[in-house]
């Protein structure tokens, strides 16, 4: 069932604001996966996180359980890039992981996507409706793109000023970039994003094993740097257009 359906069956809340994380199909679906993202049960060591083959087969579930916002996220994209008159877009999702994002933007219609993703075991479970690139890098060789779609990957890459410039390049004139990242919080906001996973089922052991995991993997950077950055690379109308705890989502324009 399309994630564009989801709101029509939330009950009425004046005054509240609707989240895909209180959505009953989205609970049934989160539950399902958390199920099976507790049989993943990694031993690798601090700093030695990778998309491997046990990861990929429960991506998902990590997914649903560990990111706040990730089904509205989705949605977000696919409802924003549904203002766009085109019939057609040309749309590449950067770290396309098994392809959720890829999943929902072609139960809506489209069919003109692409998917990067590092990981080649990734590639082997992703939704497969769309030309699938293996790389570590932006193909720039298949631009121009009307749409990027860079959501909780860029904070993975070894040189994410690099990989800006290489996204910007190969936008179209009024081409869209939405980039979601875990950003440098204080200890208090981090503990938030804690409580977010705790409320997913995730014990203590499993926070403080991921925390290890991640170290010198996942890099954050603050809130402005990202701003900076993106205004350096050459982008205009840069936007947050959604935001949780530690997670933040920028929109941002190549302009003409």
Avoid at 97 to 103: F, P
Avoid at 130 to 136: K, M
Avoid at 144 to 150: A, R, T
């Amino acid at each position: 069932q399309p994630l564009t359906t989801l709101e029509k069956q939330l009950a009425k809340q004046s005054g509240q604001t609707r989240s895909w994380e209180h959505d009953p199909i989205a609970q049934t679906q989160t539950r399902h996966y958390q199920h099976q993202a507790q049989a993943l049960r990694s031993t690798a060591k601090a700093g030695e996180w990778k998309f491997d083959a046990q990861v990929a087969s429960v991506f998902d579930g990590i997914a649903r359980r560990e990111i706040p916002d990730y089904l509205r996220v989705i949605d977000l994209c696919v409802r924003f890039i549904q203002k766009d008159p085109r019939p057609q877009p040309k749309i590449i999702d950067v770290g396309s992981a098994t392809g959720e994002t890829l999943r929902h933007l072609h139960q809506v219609g489209y069919r003109n996507l692409y998917g990067v993703e590092a990981s080649a075991d990734m590639i082997a479970h992703s939704f497969n409706q769309a030309v699938l690139i293996h790389s570590e890098h932006f193909p720039e060789t298949y631009a121009p793109f009307d749409y990027v779609l860079n959501n909780w990957t860029l904070h993975f890459i070894r040189d994410p000023i690099a990989y800006l410039a290489a996204i910007k390049r190969s936008l179209s004139p009024n081409g869209v970039l939405i980039l979601s990242d875990k950003v440098s919080s204080s200890p208090r906001v981090h503990e938030l994003y804690y409580d977010y996973k705790r409320s997913k089922g995730v014990s203590e052991a499993e926070i403080e094993q991921k925390r290890q995991q991640i170290e010198g993997v996942l890099v954050t950077q603050p809130f402005d740097w990202y701003w900076q950055q993106l205004k350096h690379a050459g982008f205009e109308h840069i936007e947050v257009i959604n935001a949780n705890a530690a997670f933040m989502t920028f929109m941002a324009v190549n302009p003409v």
